[in-house]
């Protein structure tokens, strides 16, 4: 069966060395002015205004679509007073407003968790690239599911580079080895948009190549 476009951001899939997925499960801030979404599966940056951090898709420019940008990790939902009900809440997303102070945000730093993302059309993830680096793409990091919370963040699968190259993730697998078959994403035909098994390279706690230096992003 040929593969449908069905992203849904990074999702923890387990860690490399098997332990449970909470190592690096770090408290951070989203400022209560800041206006973009943030879904839980998206990937995330350092602003320039301590302590807060911001959505990977929202630098002008596309800066953050760069292959050699670092992360912060990957969001993992948030609580903040919301100032249309009058009391705290947690909510798997960040729909841009609604808070009065500083919003908490979960956020994944470990560089060993491992997560399952969809690639982008315009290129084949199958066994041949494992190992290899793929960057991220930005283009969806504001479009998630405002009902799920849910990200649809996808990794650019027309610009995977070797081991040596950059990418702000590693392919470590395919999914089609620990899904049914027929699962969406587990097909290795021409149409792309297969599922892959990745873990972070580029950010700010593991740098696998040399020579890169960290980009904080203004809010």
Do not use: H, W
């Given at each position: 069966m040929a593969n449908t476009s069905a992203p849904m951001g990074f999702k923890q899939f387990g860690r490399r060395e098997g332990g449970a997925p909470t190592a690096g499960f770090d408290r951070k801030y989203i400022s209560s002015g800041y206006t973009c979404p943030v879904f839980t599966g998206d990937t995330v940056n350092r602003s320039t205004t301590a302590p807060y951090i911001v959505?990977?898709?929202?630098?002008a420019g596309g800066v953050a679509n760069g292959i050699t940008t670092l992360i912060e990790g990957?969001?993992?939902?948030?609580?903040?007073?919301?100032?249309?009900?009058?009391?705290?809440?947690w909510n798997s997303y960040w729909p841009g407003s609604g808070a009065s102070g500083d919003v908490e945000a979960y956020v994944c730093?470990?560089?060993?968790?491992?997560?399952?993302?969809?690639?982008s059309t315009g290129?084949?993830?199958?066994?041949?690239?494992?190992?290899?680096?793929?960057?991220m793409s930005i283009t969806n990091s504001s479009l998630g599911n405002t009902l799920s919370g849910q990200?649809?963040?996808?990794?650019?699968?027309?610009?995977?580079?070797?081991?040596?190259?950059?990418?702000?993730?590693?392919?470590?697998?395919i999914y089609s080895n620990y899904a049914p078959p027929g699962v969406n994403g587990t097909s290795?035909?021409?149409?792309?948009?297969?599922?892959?098994?990745?873990?972070?390279n580029l950010s700010y706690r593991r740098?696998?190549?040399g020579?890169?230096?960290p980009t904080i992003f203004s809010t």
């Open positions: 959505s990977a898709g929202s630098t990957v969001f993992l939902g948030c609580k903040y007073y919301n100032t249309n009900v009058g009391r705290t809440v730093t470990d560089p060993e968790q491992q997560y399952i993302v969809q690639g290129g084949v993830l199958g066994s041949s690239v494992v190992g290899f680096m793929v960057p990200s649809v963040m996808t990794v650019q699968s027309s610009l995977v580079t070797g081991l040596s190259s950059n990418g702000q993730f590693q392919i470590v697998d290795t035909g021409s149409e792309g948009l297969q599922i892959v098994v990745v873990q972070p740098t696998l190549i020579g890169v230096s």
